[in-house]
């Protein structure tokens, strides 16, 4: 589904992403995982195309996207969820939903799968994005990217800042999603929510991939000492 090859990234005269290699194959949940500050954000933004990448490869399901804007990537099938959610708080719950409709320049209607998956927010339409919960700012922020039918999902962080009992939630949501056919690319610091649900890791260190593999046959010990401060 996405494959990158080479890919380098910069803010400005600085390298941020210096030759990463990653595929996410077609169906599967996979996990990039790393420390504060490695890049993680930086490389899904690249996916994106909201960040310098003069080198490289990004092909979504084969086609080359890297010379692509972002509405374009967004339009052949990434759906993000940002670090942070960026929700935006001054609007409904349903605008923000709809804001996902953009993608498609407006057209279509807000899938009702969303509702069946996050019952919460058709009881919240018309509540301000910013008077939802940091757990319900998250759902709205994946139904947002879901407004949009993506085939790929990207979600960054989706644990942080989020309590326990809906971390849970979280990670039923995201095996759902598997089985309903999506291909998922997830960025997190947290190991264990990522060990129930991802199939394969990678992790980052400084810009370079430094170790990847099949989340079963991980050494976990280690894998945590690499993402460990
Ligand atoms: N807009 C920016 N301009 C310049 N440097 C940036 C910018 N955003 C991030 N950086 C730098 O790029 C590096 C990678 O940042 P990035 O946000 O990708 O890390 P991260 O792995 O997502 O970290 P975290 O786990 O804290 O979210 C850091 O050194 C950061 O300071
Ligand atoms: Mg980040």
Known sequence: MLEVKNLQAFYGESIILKNINLDVQEGRIVC????????????????????NTPCG????????????????????????????RDIFPHISVKENLQLGLEVNNGKGSIPTEVYELFPILKEMLSRKGGNLSGGQQQQLAIARALTARPKLLMFDEPTEGIQPSIIKDIGK????????????????????????????????????????????????????????I
Do not use: W
């Not at 990039?32 to 960040?51: A, D, E, P």
């Not at 990004?58 to 086609?63: A, F, M």
């Not at 370079?208 to 050494?219: H, N, R, W």
């Open 32 to 51: 990039l995982l790393g420390r504060n500050g490695v890049g993680k954000s930086t490389f899904l933004k690249s996916i994106m195309g909201l960040v």
């Open 173 to 228: 949501v995201i095996l759902h999603l598997k089985k309903e056919g999506y291909t998922i690319l997830i960025v997190e610091q947290y190991l264990e929510f990522i060990l129930d649900i991802a199939d394969y890791y990678y992790v980052m260190d400084k810009g370079t991939i430094v170790a990847q593999g099949f989340v079963c046959d991980m050494d976990k010990e280690t894998i945590q000492h690499k993402i460990s």
């Open 57 to 84: 490869s990004i092909r979504l399901q084969g086609r080359e996207i890297i010379d692509q804007p972002t509405y374009a990537r967004a339009r052949a099938g990434i759906g993000y969820v940002p670090q942070g």
